[in-house]
């Protein structure tokens, strides 16, 4: 540690912040946007760039209305040269993980109506004229996983039925599955152990898991598919025969997930393997499922980025 730099202490950081200490510890193991240094007695040592980033993000989160993990996608280097420049942060689509302009309205809209008008041979049409136009990257992040987001909008508004959003779910499942069997075909055969993506038990909602196996497809993965609501006890059984590299699990419901959580972490206990959760129900701070071990993946943090990422530093 250089003798002639300033180094302050976690509980500075919070201070002139306004972020409490545990939240900017989950923020620095899971973004890692900061690498403290340490100090003699071995406590943890931030430098002056350190302080003025999380001050920046801060900032952002509370005037702007950005969340961490559009911000974490700029990275270290580009955030320091926005403070160095006084320049605010704009939501840039990319930084959100999705890029959706006109072009891509043109393909998103028409199952959006279709979903509404419970019209299969609309959504049909729609997503093989994706699939014939785009290359199935696009067709899964950039028409199948927004299209998905505006259906839950929509669902939730009273615009769509649960027919209807059943319907485009259906299909939607569907393609993304074959989009998955290409991927998996286009890679190389492995010889590594498998990763187990499933979902939690009581958990149906399938295509943000879907999305994510994709995702680990692309990467050369050989992601093994459980379906939607597994029982832990099955988990286990399938952990200890299969030996996987690390197991995704996904949840959409704050309600699943706290009924679940200690026996995940008593899980993770036993079997010293990455475990992955993510979904709208993971809460992202958890004490006690990350000193478990796992890697907890909330929105917007969970992009097909952030999932790339994850799965290349389980793997090392």
Known sequence: MANNKTFYKIG????????????????????????????????????????????HIAEATRE???????LASFGRQKLLQQI??????????????????????????????????????????????ALLELSPDRVVYEVILP????????????????????????ISEHYLRNCID???????ERVDPPVICSCFPGEEHRLGLLVVMYTL??????????????????????IVQIQPKSVWLSVTSTV???????????????????IILGGQGVRGDDPLLLESGCTLCSPPSCQPAAVQSIYR????
């Open 12 to 55: 500075t950081l919070a201070r002139e912040s306004g972020i409490s200490p545990d939240l900017l510890r989950v923020w620095e193991k899971r973004y890692a946007l900061w690498s403290p240094e340490r100090g003699p007695g071995g406590q943890r040592l931030y430098s002056e760039e350190d302080l003025s980033l999380v001050c």
């Open 64 to 70: 702007e209305g950005l969340r961490i993990g559009e």
């Open 84 to 129: 160095e420049n006084k320049t605010g942060l704009r939501r840039e689509p990319e930084a959100a993980g999705l890029f959706v302009d006109n072009e891509l309205e043109s393909y998103i809209n028409p199952l959006i109506e279709a979903a509404e008008s419970v019209n299969f041979l609309q959504l049909r049409d729609g997503l093989n004229r």
């Open 147 to 170: 299209a998905m987001e505006k259906v839950g909008e929509a669902y939730l508004s009273g615009k769509i039925t649960v027919a209807g959003e059943h319907l485009i779910s259906g």
């Open 182 to 188: 290409q991927a998996s075909q286009a890679v190389p």
């Open 217 to 238: 497809a692309r990467e050369g993965s050989r992601p093994v598919y459980f379906g939607s609501s597994l029982p832990l006890e099955s988990l286990e059984q399938a």
């Open 256 to 274: 699943l997930y706290d009924k679940h959580r200690n026996e995940i972490a008593a899980l993770a206990g036993r079997h010293p393997i990455p």
């Open 313 to 316: 530093d389980v793997s090392r």
